[in-house]
DNA sequence: GATTAATGCTAAA
DNA sequence: TTAGCCTTAATCT
């Protein structure tokens, strides 16, 4: 499941293969078809990302709005222009497909047949993407998507001023954990269940700890540590929190090795040798360290 | 072939 | 707090 830094690069891959193209905008599956006939024929002029949420803008001021929830997943395929596409989405893959750029040997004639429930399909002259179980998918006017936006905290992978200081005040004025607080996205827009328990355990905050009870100080510490870990997120295509020094891998982390906590309950800390600990809050896995993390 | 879990969120209870 | 949504890959029988 992508986490704010996979939505980014989405964005940026739309924006590489469709900027300035018209689309043919349609869904085989037919759940989407009224909304892809708002869109169908107009040029995407912009791909944003604010957290885990997609906007793409057309010339008629329309917007095509993509959450992909737990499931959710593009799949992209085209000539040349879209050699290095790759499928971004979808869970339990390590990192991103590597397969999305489907080579026909550079005779490109059009997408394929679609292949199971396929929600929307976009279609330029160069290529195309396909979408797949998606949690929202709507086409919704600029003031529609302003309003999205405007429910989402600051991002960290947004370097707008100001932000760093507005997530510390977002999570200090409040008395929930902190575990749950940098998963609610109207406090940090982007961060998932494994950026969650990664920063706070590079931080070596107790996720049980009220916000209100962090100070200032390890507040901003905990967003620039989130800027710091999505924006490698974003380089690799993959989630890895631990230094090099710990991989036996040559050129990246072995299975198993990108995380600190994160899926491995019942294994002895990196750092201290405690086991690592396992419960759910709000129905999702949290993984920590009760010895480094107090 | 059936079951389960998964980087998420919403709305109802 | 729980049920529901939505799809796929991995893990079972």
Not at 142 to 165: I, M, N, Q, S
Not at 179 to 186: C, F, R, T
Not at 216 to 235: H, I, K, N, T, Y
Not at 241 to 252: K, Q, R, V
């Amino acid at each position: 499941m992508p986490e704010g830094h996979s939505v980014h690069r989405l964005a940026r891959q739309f924006q590489d293969v469709f900027g300035g193209s018209a689309l043919r905008v349609s869904s085989p599956q037919g759940r989407f078809a009224a909304g892809a006939a708002l869109l169908d024929g107009q040029r995407m002029l912009g791909a944003t990302a604010h957290g885990k949420q997609l906007f793409l803008r057309f010339d008629n001021g329309m917007y095509l709005h993509v959450h992909l929830g737990l499931y959710g997943a593009w799949d992209f395929g085209g000539d040349e222009t879209f050699r290095g596409a790759s499928s971004i989405g979808a869970p339990r893959r390590i990192g991103e497909r590597e397969s999305g750029f489907e080579d026909d040997g550079g005779t490109y004639s059009g997408p394929p047949e679609p292949v199971g429930a396929v929600r929307v399909r976009l279609v330029s002259a160069h290529g195309w993407a396909d979408l797949r179980g998606a949690s929202t998918c709507a086409a919704i006017t600029g003031e529609e998507a302003r309003a999205a936006r405007a429910k989402l905290g600051p991002d960290p992978l947004h370097l707008v001023p100001g932000d760093r200081a507005e997530f510390i005040a977002r999570l200090l004025r409040r008395k929930t954990a902190v575990g749950l607080l940098l998963m609610d996205q109207s406090v940090l827009a982007g961060v998932g269940n494994i950026y969650r328990a990664e920063v706070l355990f590079r931080q070596g905050i107790d996720p049980w700890t009220p916000g209100n009870a962090l100070s200032p100080e390890s507040a901003g510490l905990l967003w620039d540590d989130a800027v710091a870990a999505m924006s490698d997120g974003v380089r690799d295509g993959r989630i890895i929190t631990t230094p090099a020094a710990l991989w036996s891998g040559g050129e990246g982390p072995l299975d198993g090795e990108a995380h600190y906590v994160y899926q491995r309950a019942g294994q002895d800390c990196r750092r201290c040798g405690t086991q690592v600990a396992l419960t759910e809050i709000g129905a999702r896995k949290l993984y920590w360290c009760p010895g480094c993390q107090n």
